[in-house]
């Protein structure tokens, strides 16, 4: 969440993503995550945050309150006053991930939007099991510690519910088959463009994505990476780069 979390009387639905890292030995990992908004039932927990917001507040201005940050300080206090007068729910961001050697996105997404549906409200809320008995948490992930993940130029299928879910790990020179959205691509860039990224991917030039969208990087770098099959990227991937180190 690069803007921070922030807590919404009105949470939006479910939103999955996906995610690409490097692992110690430089393969590649690949994840996918849902985020979610939980409604704050404990006290605790709702006085915990005022007391984060507090001390945020405090460090924040205690050393440069001027004029100009005194309009921002009246602002945030009153953002304290807010959350403590709540008469309404209020809901926090929670962010779940499943990470794996293998792109299995389409089994990820698919497991995880189960465990979900949306109310006429437009709240989020639990699907089979009720919240007090399990954890989301727990439940997935005693769940896909019992699917065993398929040998290279293997497939495995099981049951979610009324749906048949399939986990293929392709093998080294298999056609990469994506397990994502492909019209991303397609629709974010012109042939032109992706004819020029192919290029650059094939004389080992440096290549940057630049997207107001973060869900997007990860399909488009994977798809035009896909693109140069049989040959393969080789070099430093860097899923996620802030603009202060463009130019480095």
Not at 39 to 61: N, R, T
Not at 148 to 172: F, H, S, T, W
Request: proline letters at 7%.
């Amino acid at each position: 969440m690069p803007r921070g979390a922030r807590a919404r009387t009105r949470p939006p639905p479910p939103a999955f993503f996906t995610f690409t890292g490097w692992n110690s030995d430089g393969s590649k990992l690949y994840g996918a995550g849902l985020e979610v908004f939980e409604k704050l039932e404990d006290l605790p927990v709702i006085g915990l945050l005022l007391l984060c917001i507090s001390l945020y507040i405090f460090h924040k201005y205690f050393f440069f309150l001027n004029k100009k940050k005194r309009s921002d300080l009246k602002r945030d206090i009153s953002t304290i006053f807010f959350f403590y007068n709540q008469t309404e729910d209020v809901y926090v961001p929670k962010a779940l991930a499943f990470v794996s050697h293998y792109p299995y996105f389409f089994a990820f997404d698919t497991s995880f939007f189960f465990f979900f549906f949306m109310d006429y409200n437009n709240r989020c809320l639990w699907h089979v099991i009720p919240k007090k008995l399990i954890r989301l948490e727990d439940l997935l992930m005693h769940y896909f510690y019992d699917i065993p993940a398929p040998q290279p130029g293997k497939k495995i299928a099981y049951d979610l519910g009324r749906m048949r879910v399939l986990l293929a790990c392709p093998n080294e020179f298999d056609i990469p088959i994506m397990e994502l959205p492909s019209e991303i691509l397609y629709t974010q860039l012109s042939k032109d463009r992706i004819c020029m990224a192919v290029k650059l991917l094939l004389l080992e030039s440096r290549v940057m994505i630049v997207c107001a969208d973060l869900h997007n990087l990860t399909p488009i770098c994977e798809l035009l990476t896909s693109l140069i099959f049989p040959l393969r990227w080789r070099h430093l991937y860097i899923p996620q780069l802030c603009r202060a180190m463009v130019c480095i």
